[in-house]
């Protein structure tokens, strides 16, 4: 009995571990990359080790200068509609509910953190990169010329694929 109890725990716990990483991993798998251009932020974290801090330009949205259907509040859901503009991805439009698109544009869900009333900001869950410890720093320096591949899924999820310096992709080593 108490087997069967240990094997049944060991289950359970492989399916929430499961449940935690396979959407990330799918999205990685079978997302489409796109490619967002960063903004430096300074990094500082004792306890989570050596990570890059990612603010993208999509993060800080003038909303005069976007459609959206109507105003948002601090901590709602928001989804966004990008496209290719030449190197990078930008906002097209800006909803409260998942919209339809077109096969060579992509949504991306986030959170609206704060309105001011002409400008919102949002964080879209991929704001932070672990890299190999002694690299935060390095990379962080560089920022204005780190860019981004984002793997995005049809469920408008995104996460973080490569950084890249100067377009090129970074090796850790």
């Not at 489409?32 to 004792?46: A, G, N, S, Y």
């Not at 077109?102 to 672990?130: A, H, L, P």
Request: charged letters at 25%.
């Amino acid at each position: 009995m108490k087997q069967k109890q240990f094997l049944l725990l060991m289950a359970y716990s492989l399916i929430v571990i499961s449940l935690i990483f396979l959407p990330k991993y799918a999205t990685l798998d079978q997302g489409k990359e796109i490619v967002l251009k960063t903004e430096p932020v300074d990094p500082r974290d004792v306890f989570r080790g050596d990570y890059v801090i990612l603010s993208y330009e999509i993060s800080n949205l003038n909303v005069n200068e976007t459609p959206y259907d109507y105003d948002f509040m601090d901590g709602e859901h928001i989804y966004a509609v990008l496209s290719e503009k030449e190197i990078y991805w930008t906002i097209d439009s800006l909803s409260h509910a998942k919209p339809a698109i077109e096969d060579k544009d992509v949504c991306m869900k986030g959170t609206v953190t704060r309105n001011t009333g002409d400008t919102i900001m949002i964080e879209w869950g991929i704001e932070s990169y672990f890299v190999p410890e002694g690299e935060g720093w390095q990379i962080q320096e560089q920022m204005e010329n780190v860019s981004v591949i984002v793997s995005v899924d049809k469920g408008c999820s995104a996460v973080v694929k490569q950084l890249l310096l100067n377009g090129e992709p970074i090796d850790f080593k």
